[in-house]
């Protein structure tokens, strides 16, 4: 601590005793003056240090003056860059905090008191300027966080919960094709297994994509597995809710169809959802829109045991292009 009580009750001379108070003074400036911009700081310091020294070689009075109005020149200039400092400072505390606020209420359904209390936080944030206030609003913004990491443990717990039951669903259910979102061939099998055993009249419909290949090899897979994926849903639309559905193979599909009017109406209902209705399909380039028209050829066979005859049947059909109807 600096103490000018000495050099008031003594008895040296005034102007000796003014100049040593003086140079007090600036000691006190130069140890305790507060920290801004680093290097603001050091040049700050040097030049008191430079002041003070000049101070003490001082032989008048007036030297000691002029002197005097160096060192408030100087002060009151770092003054003011220290004060554009700290404003710098507490304008990034408050868009930090604007950030911290928007990023907890973007990512974490937290509670409504949660994001009341971070909005009242952040008021203050904006009036502060003691830091008793500053330090206030830490604690209150830790326990605010602290009441969001419980909130969002108990909605990761929840989260891991659900995942759980969707994957013991996922594992309940039939394999689905990637690309038309229907049951694939192993399902495909085991339902011809089970309706060839049934004495309801049953209809295998092979649906073979000729032109897929080509689409594939001229515009890549992507547009492709599009082609694929609408006329799957072409063909589902037109069914009827007890037939069924499959991914045979790559670019074939099979139906299932239950139809009591016999084989003929069956051909016919494909003759004409298929051969009279032009099947078409956009593809969109960065130059331009190409409609291409897709190639289908069918058969249809009537189902009866033992089943790997008819899959026989059906894979010679796909693989041998002649039209069977």
């Known amino acids: 601590m ?5 050099f008031l009750d003594s008895n040296i001379e005034p ?43 001082a032989a008048t009075a007036e030297e000691l003056m002029v002197q005097t109005g160096a060192a408030l020149k100087t002060l009151e200039t770092y003054a003011r860059k220290a004060a554009r400092y700290f404003g710098r400072r507490n304008a990034e505390f408050q868009t930090m905090f604007r950030m911290l606020t928007g990023t907890i209420k973007t990512i974490s359904d937290t509670s409504d008191e ?31 966080l602290d009441q969001i990491r419980l909130e969002t443990q108990r909605q990761k717990t929840e989260a891991l919960q659900r995942v759980d039951e969707l994957k013991r669903c996922l594992r309940q259910a039939p394999d689905l094709d990637l690309v038309t979102g229907l049951p694939g061939r192993p399902q495909a099998e085991s339902t011809l297994e089970r309706v060839c055993e049934s004495e309801k009249p049953w209809y295998a419909a092979v649906l073979v994509v000729e032109s897929l290949t080509a689409i594939n090899l001229r515009f890549g897979e992507g547009v492709g ?65 190409v409609l291409l028209p897709i190639t289908v050829r069918w058969a ?26």
């Open 2 to 6: 600096i103490s000018l009580k000495k």
């Open 15 to 57: 102007d000796l005793a003014a100049a040593r108070v003086v140079q007090r003074l600036m000691e006190g400036i130069h140890l305790h003056s507060v920290e801004a911009e680093p290097e603001d700081y050091v040049s700050f310091r040097a030049s008191i240090q430079q002041i003070a020294q000049a101070m003490s070689r």
């Open 114 to 144: 949660n994001l009341r209390q971070l909005r009242e936080i952040e008021s203050h944030v904006l009036s502060a300027v003691e830091i008793e206030d500053v330090c206030l609003m830490k604690s209150q913004l830790s326990d605010v």
């Open 225 to 289: 597995n599009e082609v694929l994926q609408s006329f799957a849903e072409f063909v589902s639309e037109r069914l009827s809710p007890e037939d069924h559905l499959f991914r045979w193979s790559k670019q074939t599909l099979l139906g299932l169809l239950l139809r009591f009017e016999g084989a003929a109406p069956v051909r016919e209902f494909f003759a004409r959802t298929i051969d009279r209705n032009q099947f078409e399909h956009t593809v969109i380039t960065p130059s331009r829109n």
């Open 300 to 325: 249809v066979f009537p189902v009866a045991p033992p089943s790997r005859d008819l899959v026989k049947k059906m894979d010679a059909f796909v693989r041998t292009p002649v039209t069977s109807k």
